[in-house]
């Protein structure tokens, strides 16, 4: 799909937990400036490879190859500062802290022994600017409203210097007019040359934001496509293995 070297490639991923074999040989590889939508029912396996990925587990087998070194990620901060960035379905705020205080927690700059608050509020204000990120860096995180703590949490990730951003089922919690303000987010964040993994199974969602799919079942991979190469009802059967109404599967336009 592009002339570019992989930024990911996980290959043969592999985890076993007493009495069950959660990813079986799985493989993924993710280039620069792409949307990649990761696909299976529940139980597939979605989460758990990411949570290799991301360092909050450890694989029984397999190798992780990020921009061109194999890496192996202990915990979140080791991919954190690697350049990999996750946001959560359930949110990691402080509700009583003000957005900038979030976004900054762990990474405060300093003037002296004390917290450079001025420098803190205008880079969290310049990282919100680039990106369309309308959120103000004030407001108290417990007031705001779901669509807008998810802006904090990609802030969060960015200001870090996230490359690869992973979203989990992020459209889930928040309406069509919030989600189709989150597609122009990411579709920025990917003209920017971010890579981003977008965990769903709404189809239609991935059909008009992602550029290629990769399909889990069982915790093994059913393969890797072009978005434009499968229909729903193709979709549908990988993920499930067999074939299934439609009618039973949200495949609504959007509504942009």
Do not use: W
């Amino acid at each position: 799909m592009t002339d570019k070297n992989p930024i990911v490639v996980m290959k043969g991923i592999t985890i076993e937990f007493p009495g069950v074999k959660a990813l079986d040989g799985v493989d993924l590889t993710l280039y620069p400036g792409e949307v990649h939508a990761l696909m299976g029912e529940n139980g597939a396996g979605k989460s758990t490879l990411m949570k290799i990925l991301f360092g909050d587990e450890d694989a029984t087998e397999g190798d992780i190859i990020f921009e061109g070194n194999k890496i192996q990620p202990k915990s979140a901060a080791d991919t954190i500062r690697l350049g990999i960035g996750m946001v959560h379905q359930h949110f990691m705020l402080v509700d009583s802290l003000r957005v900038y205080e979030n976004v900054i927690l762990g990474m405060e700059p300093k003037n002296g022994i004390m917290i450079d608050k001025e420098k803190a509020i205008r880079a969290v204000e310049e990282t919100a600017k680039k990106y369309n990120l309308k959120i103000d860096p004030m407001a108290v995180v417990g007031e705001l409203s779901v669509s807008q703590k998810q802006k904090v949490e990609i802030l969060k990730v960015l200001l870090r210097g996230a490359k690869l951003l992973i979203l989990d089922e992020p459209t889930a919690v928040l309406t069509p007019q919030e989600t189709d303000e989150l597609f122009e987010q990411l579709l920025l964040l990917k003209k920017n040359d971010h890579t981003i993994i977008f965990i769903s199974h709404k189809l239609n969602e991935v059909k008009a934001l992602c550029n290629r799919m990769t399909i889990l079942r069982d915790g093994k991979t059913m393969g890797t496509y072009e978005i434009s190469d499968l229909d729903e009802r193709e979709i549908s059967r990988l993920m499930v293995g067999r074939d299934v109404s439609l009618s039973l599967i949200h495949i609504s336009e959007p509504t942009r």
